[in-house]
């Protein structure tokens, strides 16, 4: 099919049927009776002509509007992989597992590439986008707090509710829609490909959801959440006992009952707006479970599906109602039959939405989406597609996991197989964050140090990250032979990896240092966010993964330090009592740069974010619970958790890589050069805010 | 030739491509241009084309005066009620032709159904064959055959609460294939058709139930005897893209044959 075709929505077919409805009632409403032959003739021939137009402009795909006015013959492929690390990606090139990365390396360049400050992906992407730091797109962590009220938010997007409505009984009427906005701030490389005319396919860039608007054709990506508004809730439907249920982090634990071997539960969809209190919209389904064999018989609205015990289903389409006959939301799952006896426990992931006809924008145009699921089949939209709160809860093991994360790689691949050949001019973007995911899953599986490693699972699953990176590589492998001399490639990843063997509580610290004050008889391990705080008597915080706030006053509430000379040595002496900090365990020093905010961005957001950013030695990061402004009793723990590999750190520590097919002129490029550098290969100036340049020294001179 | 151009031009390839893809479209598109016309025809000959006419005639006069009067409230409510007794008159004048084209046309529309209502199996998609038997002790003894090319995926599910015995099945190539399902020594077939185009695919072979079967069976019913009640396969239903919409094709052939039927009645000068 024609790229600029498809068989989506076209105005023109929607309005035909008006049309011709016009034309009928003009017609019938003055009956005439016995219409002389003649006459009847000529009409009779119009009608036949006019039939087959109805029906091409019904039936034929309709073309949507010519994609740019751009005629140059250059162009550009950038492969985005989340988290590839340069001394994996060396050392698999060493061994010989990777020959075309070594080949794209040997022949053309490969460079380390400075990561954001902090080197969190939504940073880091934000950065490669807009060609400017955290001070001019304002993404300065997955979690940003709002100085007013320290309510916690995820830092990409906000999608939000009709803000009036008029309640009746037990239903509430919205008086206006509800909307999906993305904050991250500046112009996106591609909207200024955009205005040259220059065509582009972006899919899945991280920090772009809803997705930025554009001509080209994108896909949002990490940042997408689920149907339920979150970046992923899993449901875990058990019998057994011992599971408590309720919420777990990433996920919910449904206890059922299994009753002449059926169980009857609900999918949980998203909250109900349309009812007062706003409950989830569910939608039950059905388990017939075999008395004897290991299998089941799912029913859900309609369809019927076998799994055995440790299978996955295929996407499974589910339709939530929020107003009875009137007002339905699509989404889609999949189901992993783990266990039907001694005990029945039934995994199904977050409600993605559906890409085929999605409940919230994901993709420019909004027909894109449906195209690839037609072209390549169902696929996860949310942004964070590998389960691994599922794995981290316990919920999933290594191997249910894995399978699970390859599936999400296959999609991937499958997409790229469909898209990439249709590739004939502009930009072709593809993002892969399957290194990224796994890292963080797998670490502990090939690090013997690690204190989650386990010898057995390590013999078991210890190369799936490898086997991962040498996906990476048979994907470059299909991109090479279409390069030519009108070609440039750039493969490049935000951020490296590193070990997370230790957790820093970086609240706990600034507790024991007197920064932060707790009221009285306050339960410092309380889960709320910085619960029971003095605030009277707190002069610093910590939220997100690498930020620490002055409790500034004029800024949060009851901010009392003064901004200024007050503010800036406060700053320092906690960065110098910062970067004292050492493990008693192993002697390191836990922190091993502390930058300033003042000192580190450009941008009018500079001053929106925190005012010192946390640079983790490698193997320490920030625990899971300081994270969310909560006080754990120790400064430092062992990192048992699955989550054993990380990269908010010292961005110093992690770069990421950088590989073209041509010479690499700049010696320490960095994501910020990234957007001036693509916009260079189309001879466009780069924007006003961008603080990079191209990396190619023979780069046309931008006018 | 008309190959490689279509290898070569896109917008070529696409056309091709949908035609290949939406061979149920024009089907259905032709099917309602036939039958919008039959249907008008039938009308035409059937009805008293006179009485429908005197009877929208004072339908229009009624509005007419709705609208010239309607200053004067006991002549709106008048017309009111002539408006309800006129179009009264003229469903009665309507439903005589209905009776003529109703039967054929349910006929018609089920017979369609069991080509344009659901799809084909693909080879490698996997398929349940479910088979309801008449009481609960028989449920252990069914066990299902199949022929060469199709296989079993996972083991039977057992339903003790509807007396149901599933199987996930799939297909290694197309074909029209008999599966037998066998209990207490009777063996019993059912048809599985595994295409790529359209196929006259009956998804439930049941024993009595004579309107059901009717309606939703394209095989001979069960023997009264058998001790299976129902003998079904899972095909998906189909839907059809037309106009940037997907539709359920019974409803594309309402409002298509609606549209033609509107269209010919003009041609063809017959009152409606």
């Excluded at chain 1, 909250?271 to 007062?276: E, G, L």
């Excluded at chain 1, 390069?483 to 490049?492: A, E, G, I, K, R």
């Excluded at chain 1, 590193?498 to 009285?520: D, E, V």
Aim: hydrophobic share 40%.
């Amino acid at each position: 099919m024609h790229p600029g075709c498809s068989l989506g929505y076209s105005p023109v077919a929607f309005r035909c049927p008006y049309i011709l409805f016009v034309f009928l009632q003009d017609d019938g409403y003055y009956f005439r009776q016995g219409l002389p032959r003649i006459e009847s003739l000529k009409k009779l021939t119009w009608i036949l002509c006019i039939l087959p137009l109805f029906a091409v402009v019904g039936l034929l795909p309709s073309c949507e509007r010519a994609r740019g006015e751009w005629r140059g013959g250059q162009r550009l492929v950038i492969l985005g992989i989340d988290g590839m690390d340069p001394q994996l990606l060396e050392q698999f090139m060493r061994e010989g597992k990777m020959p075309n990365f070594a080949k794209l390396a040997a022949e053309g360049d490969f460079r380390r590439l400075t990561t954001s400050i902090p080197p969190q992906s939504p940073v880091a992407w934000s950065n490669l986008i807009t060609g400017m730091n955290a001070g001019g797109h304002g993404i300065f962590d997955f979690i940003h707090r709002d100085p007013k009220t320290l309510e916690l938010y995820f830092s990409t997007s906000r999608v939000e509710g009709p803000k009036h409505a008029v309640h009746l009984g037990s239903w509430v009427i919205p008086l206006g829609g509800g909307s999906a906005e993305q904050l991250r701030r500046g112009k996106a490389f591609w909207q200024v490909l955009d205005q040259h005319g220059v065509p582009n396919t972006i899919f899945r860039i991280p920090a772009n959801f809803p997705p930025a608007p554009a001509k080209g054709r994108t896909l949002s990506g990490m940042g997408t959440p689920d149907l339920r508004g979150t970046y992923g809730t899993f449901s875990f439907y058990t019998d057994d006992a011992t599971a408590a249920p309720g919420a777990v982090e990433g996920g919910q634990v449904i206890p059922v009952q299994v009753e002449n071997s059926r169980v009857v539960a609900n999918l949980i969809g998203p909250d109900n707006t349309f009812r007062k209190g706003s409950p989830a919209a569910t939608e039950p389904f059905e388990v017939a479970v075999d008395p004897l064999e290991p299998a089941a018989k799912i029913a859900v609205q309609g369809q019927e599906f076998i799994l055995r015990e440790g299978e996955w289903s295929d996407w499974v389409r589910v339709e939530f109602q929020l107003i009875p006959f009137f007002g339905n939301v699509r989404g889609m799952c999949r189901f992993y039959l783990k266990q039907t006896h001694p005990r029945f426990q039934l995994y199904v992931s977050p409600i993605n939405i559906d890409p085929a006809d999605p409940a919230l924008p994901i993709s420019t145009p909004s027909s894109y989406s449906r195209l690839l699921s037609d072209e390549a089949g169902e696929f996860y939209t949310q942004g964070i597609a590998e389960d691994t709160k599922a794995l981290s809860d316990g919920v999933l093991d290594d191997k249910e996991y894995l399978e699970q994360a390859r599936t999400v790689l296959a999609e991937h691949r499958r997409i790229f197989d469909a898209e990439f050949p249709k590739f004939t001019q502009g930009v072709f973007f593809f993002y892969f964050s399957s290194l990224d995911l796994n890292s963080h899953m797998l670490w502990r599986l090939t690090d013997p140090k690690h204190p989650g490693y386990d010898a057995t699972l390590a013999a078991q699953n210890g190369s799936a990250l490898e086997d991962f990176y040498q996906q990476m590589d048979q994907v470059l492998g299909e991109v090479l032979p279409k390069l030519d001399d009108h070609t440039t490639l750039l493969v490049l990843s935000d951020h490296g990896f590193g070990p997370y063997y230790r957790s820093f509580n970086l609240n706990t610290w600034l507790l024991n240092n007197g920064y932060i004050k707790l009221k009285a008889d306050a339960n410092p391990d309380s889960s709320e966010p910085l619960a029971n705080v003095d605030w009277s008597q707190t002069r610093a915080y910590g939220l997100g993964l690498n930020g620490l706030y002055i409790n500034q006053r004029g800024r949060e509430p009851n901010g009392i330090v003064e901004p200024g000379a007050t503010a800036d040595i406060l700053e320092r002496e906690i960065r110098d009592k910062l970067l004292a900090v050492k493990d008693p365990k192993t002697g390191l020093p836990v922190i091993t740069h502390v930058d300033l905010a003042s000192e580190a961005y450009q941008g009018p957001y500079a001053r929106s974010g925190p005012d010192m950013l946390v640079g983790y030695n490698r193997g320490y990061r920030a625990g899971w619970k300081t994270i969310l402004g909560a006080f754990p009793p120790e400064e430092l723990e062992d990192n048992t958790n699955a989550w054993s590999g990380d990269h908010c750190i010292d961005y110093r520590l992690v770069p990421g890589v950088l590989l073209s097919n041509r010479k690499i002129a700049a010696e320490a490029p960095a994501l910020t050069d990234i957007a001036p550098t693509i916009l260079a290969e189309f001879g466009i100036a780069k924007e006003k805010g961008m603080i990079g340049q191209s990396v190619f020294k023979s780069g046309r001179t931008p006018h | 030739m008309l190959h490689t151009l279509a290898t070569t031009v896109p917008s070529l390839r696409a056309a091709m491509g949908f035609l290949s893809f939406n061979v149920p479209a024009l089907i259905v598109s032709l099917i309602s241009l036939v039958i919008g016309l039959l249907m008008v025809m039938v009308f035409g000959y059937t009805s008293d084309q006179k009485a429908i006419h005197i009877a929208k005639e004072h339908l229009k006069a009624h509005l007419l005066a709705l609208r010239l009067f309607q200053d004067q409230i006991p002549v709106v409510m008048r017309s009111y009620g002539r408006i309800l007794l006129a179009t009264g008159r003229y469903l009665r004048l309507a439903f005589k032709p209905l009776l003529f084209v109703i039967l054929p046309l349910t006929i018609l529309v089920v017979q369609l159904d069991r080509y344009l209502g659901s799809i084909p199996l693909e080879p490698g998609q996997p398929f349940l064959v479910k088979a309801r038997v008449a009481n609960p002790e028989l449920l252990n003894e069914a066990s299902l055959q199949l022929p060469s090319g199709l296989a079993t995926t996972s083991p039977a599910v057992h339903v003790p609460a509807t007396n149901e015995v599933a199987w996930r099945v799939v297909a290694e190539k197309d074909g029209d294939y008999e599966v037998n399902v066998q209990a207490s020594d009777q063996t019993l077939v059912k048809r599985v058709v595994v295409a790529s185009g359209l196929a006259r695919l009956s998804p439930v072979r049941l024993r009595g139930q004579f309107w059901e079967r009717m309606l939703v069976s394209g095989e001979p019913a069960l023997p009264e005897n058998s001790p299976i009640q129902a003998i079904e396969v899972q095909y998906s239903s189909r839907n059809i893209a037309f106009a940037g919409l997907e539709w359920n094709w019974i409803w594309l052939f309402f409002v298509l044959s609606m549209v033609a039927g509107f269209l010919f009645k003009s041609v063809l000068g017959i009152e409606i």
